[in-house]
């Protein structure tokens, strides 16, 4: 909430993870991306400001649409939040938009989904292009059969099959709205829209789908996996590579600006 009267900002923030160590700012010289974005944000307000997000990304991974919120006492416009602050950031970070919000936004618990897009180099020659920012799959893959396997993980479950064992979430339950799996010639594109997420829970979910598309599992197993609650009985955790926070949605009333639909690296998902 605010807090005295304080002015609220939102922003909406794309970034490459490939240099950082996730999201969340921790303890030393570790670089991260909330660390960087509450530093140029402190040159502009010429004050330390804090930020919260809609959801912190692990190690490697990337956003195309993150959300923020910070309060300061320095009333800025838009633009030079946007323009002032990206001066002030390296080139694989970049503020899209600013916007004032109403007192009782919360870029975290005002949201009322999140998408995660996971994006698949399906060949069996690596690219000197996509390297950290795509995952490599050699075996060739069946997306028909991995969208159909993800359509028995819809609904509101427990998602105990999919969490990392330090997980600090004091639920498994999570309500995944839709997983929609397609193909663009080489690259396989795995989109998941929930509540909320666990930890690792897309690249868990990814894993295991590579696998039903590789032919190594049925997509009706990934019902029996959801349903056993035990972590032990789905695939190995995919690499962080190919996954992006791709959207936030949030009530209307809020009015924040319109996202991008996904991932926008070199126009595949435009």
Not at 94 to 123: G, M
Not at 131 to 149: K, N, Q, S, V, W
Not at 185 to 209: C, P, T
Request: proline share 4%; hydrophobic share 35%; charged share 20%.
């Amino acid at each position: 909430m605010q807090t005295n009267g304080t002015p609220k900002f939102a922003l909406g923030i794309e970034y490459c993870g490939k240099a950082y160590h996730g999201w969340q700012s921790q303890a030393g010289d570790i670089d991260t991306i909330q660390a960087r974005v509450e530093h140029a944000l402190g040159i502009v307000a010429d004050e330390e400001v804090s930020v919260i997000c809609a959801g912190r990304t692990d190690t490697g991974v990337h956003a195309s649409s993150q959300i923020i919120h910070f309060e300061s006492t320095s009333n800025r416009k838009s633009k030079a939040w946007v323009f002032g602050t990206n001066s002030n950031l390296p080139d694989d970070i970049s503020v899209q938009w600013s916007k004032s919000v109403v007192p009782d936004f919360h870029a975290r618990y005002s949201a009322t989904s999140r998408k995660y897009s996971y994006l698949i180099y399906n060949h069996n020659v690596r690219s000197a292009l996509y390297a950290g920012y795509l995952t490599r799959e050699i075996r060739p893959l069946d997306e028909a059969a991995m969208h159909e396997a993800g359509q028995y993980l819809l609904g509101e479950n427990d998602f105990t099959s999919f969490r990392a064992a330090g997980c600090q979430s004091k639920s498994p339950m999570r309500n995944v709205m839709a997983v929609d799996v397609r193909r663009r010639g080489q690259l396989v594109i795995i989109d998941i829209v929930a509540n909320a997420f666990l930890h690792h829970m897309v690249r868990n979910i990814a894993g295991l789908l590579m696998d039903i598309g590789a032919g190594e599992k049925d997509p009706a197993e990934a019902r029996a996996i959801l349903q056993a609650r035990d972590r032990t009985q789905s695939s190995k955790t995919a690499a962080p590579d190919g996954l992006y926070l791709s959207g936030v949605s949030y009530p209307s009333r809020f009015e924040l600006p319109a996202q991008r639909s996904g991932p926008h690296l070199f126009g595949w998902l435009e």
